[in-house]
């Protein structure tokens, strides 16, 4: 069955950096699009990144922008996300998802454009 799963979550000071890892397993990792999502305490689920199945396309929401950046290894299936400068407006539970469904174009950042989900890794940047 389809399996994500994250790490690499921790409490850093602002302007520290984190890399986060998604091991996927139970699909085809390398023929489908792949995002980032967060949610904060109270708020709801946000797009933070994708990226396309061959990894030559990326989005990021602005808040992002300059300083996260999606990766993903096709060969050995996880996914990434480089965090520096990071911001205490950054905390919050972070996300991976895969889109089964055919996809072609920009990666989608809509969460409800992702089939399936992890369980969450926390991220917590204090000031």
């Known amino acids: 069955q389809v399996q994500l799963v994250e790490s690499g979550g921790d409490s850093v000071q602002g302007g520290g950096s984190l890399r986060l890892s998604c091991a996927a397993s139970?699909?085809?990792?390398?023929?489908?699009?792949m995002g980032w999502f967060r949610q904060g305490p109270g708020k709801e689920r946000e797009g933070v990144a994708a990226?396309?199945?061959?990894?030559?396309?990326?989005a990021y929401a602005d808040s992002v922008k300059g300083r996260f950046t999606i990766s993903r290894d096709n060969a050995k299936n996880p996914l990434y996300l480089q965090m520096d400068s990071l911001k205490p407006e950054d905390s919050a539970t972070y996300y991976c998802?895969?889109?089964?469904?055919?996809?072609?174009?920009?990666?989608?950042?809509?969460?409800?454009?992702?089939?399936?989900w992890g369980q969450g890794t926390l991220v917590t940047v204090s000031s």
């Open positions: 990226i396309s199945p061959g990894g030559g396309n990326t």
């Open positions: 139970g699909f085809a990792f390398w023929n489908v699009y």
């Open positions: 998802a895969a889109r089964i469904r055919p996809w072609s174009g920009r990666p989608p950042t809509s969460p409800t454009s992702y089939d399936y």
